[in-house]
């Protein structure tokens, strides 16, 4: 079992910005690929941005304008920098984590998940 808190939710007008963090254990950040999805109500889980252990990154076509990931290994900590924010960015943030090597945009090859943090966009 790896343990990942996330942090960082709440309320925020559209157009405003938050940054989540994942803290995590240290050999995750490095040999594991980490990730961040979402799930709206009434929507199936979907992926936000991913990381590998590497360091090499990717996001969602939809979101990559406005979201990034990025992490700082000395805090064992994954980050999600989300700009410009929309009532459709409106759910609960998930962190998670997979064995292997690649980042996968499917939430079921995900292997460790955070318990979640909720993002509320008011318009």
């Known amino acids: 079992q790896v343990p990942l808190i996330e942090s960082g939710g709440g309320l925020v007008q559209a157009g405003g910005s938050l940054r989540l963090s994942c803290v995590g254990s240290?050999?995750?950040?490095?040999?594991?690929?980490m990730a961040w999805l979402r799930q709206a109500v009434g929507k199936e889980r979907e992926f936000v941005a991913g990381m590998t252990g590497r360091g090499w990154s990717e996001a969602a076509e939809s979101l990559q304008a406005r979201f990034t990931i990025s992490r700082d290994i000395d805090k064992n900590t994954v980050y999600l920098q989300m700009n410009n924010l929309n009532s459709d960015d409106t759910a609960v943030y998930y962190c998670?984590?997979?064995?292997?090597?690649?980042?996968?945009?499917?939430?079921?090859?995900?292997?460790?998940w955070g318990q979640g943090t909720q993002i509320t966009v008011s318009s």
């Open positions: 998670a984590a997979r064995q292997g090597s690649l980042v996968k945009t499917s939430a079921s090859d995900y292997d460790w």
């Open positions: 240290g050999r995750t950040f490095t040999e594991n690929p």
